[in-house]
T-cell receptor, first 112, second 114 residues
């Protein structure tokens, strides 16, 4: 099946700093999403971005499908950005039909 | 309330007991999914459903049973709970699974088997 790798695994930032999280995947995809799991365990959908660039406030994401990677940018980080960021993809084939495969996540801690 | 809801939020049960986790969505999405999240394993697919009365196994289906008699509901049953099934369970839905359709997750159920 498709493999998803995220880096870095852990990240500690001072409030106000910028960061880039990376997601590499091993095969073509027709669905890529970024999620934020907050400290209460909720999975919040940030972006649906199988290709191209999107922005939402301080967050933006870019997926280069031909090179099999996606980047999540966090600017002017705040303590509320803390949590785990997951990249999840669905492969372009129909095997296992609808499986969304998750990476192992980047744990972000934003300090005051 | 609109959206996807899971119940209960927290559950403690004893080994060997049957327990059912509920998932309800109000969008009439065709696809629904159950994932479990464990330290060291991330999120893994247990079962999914493409429509009412159509279900299929994911990566880790052993010990679980699902049904989908109505589009909006997708309950997950642990027939005889084991300690290894202690986990956080997430339900998700999607209108379709092709390009252009994202998945939305419920708030999760934290299950402890003692």
């Amino acid at each position: 099946g498709i493999q998803v790798e995220q880096s870095p695994p852990d990240l500690i930032l001072q409030e106000g700093a910028n960061s880039t999280l990376r997601c590499n995947f091993s095969d073509s995809v027709n669905n890529l999403q970024w999620f934020h799991q907050n400290p209460w365990g909720q999975l919040i959908n940030l972006f649906y971005i199988p290709s191209g660039t999107k922005q939402n406030g301080r967050l933006s994401a870019t997926t280069v499908a031909t090179e099999r990677y996606s980047l999540l940018y966090i600017s002017s980080s705040q303590t509320t950005d803390s949590g785990v960021y997951f990249c999840a993809v669905r492969g372009g084939d129909t095997g296992t039909a609808s499986k969304l495969t998750f990476g192992t996540g980047t744990r972000l801690q934003v300090m005051l | 309330d609109a959206g996807i809801t899971q119940s209960p939020r927290y559950k403690i049960t004893e080994t060997g007991r049957q327990v059912t986790l509920m998932c309800h969505q109000t969008w009439s999405h065709s696809y629904m999914f159950w994932y479990r999240q464990d330290l060291g394993h991330g999120l893994r697919l247990i079962y999914y459903s493409a429509a009412a009365d159509i279900t299929d196994k994911g990566e880790v289906p052993d010990g679980y049973v699902v049904s989908r008699s109505k589009t909006e509901n997708f309950p997950l049953t642990l027939e005889s709970a084991t300690r290894s099934q202690t986990s956080v369970y997430f339900c998700a839905s999607s209108p379709r699974t092709g390009r252009g359709y994202g998945y939305t997750f419920g708030s999760g159920t934290r299950l402890t088997v003692v």
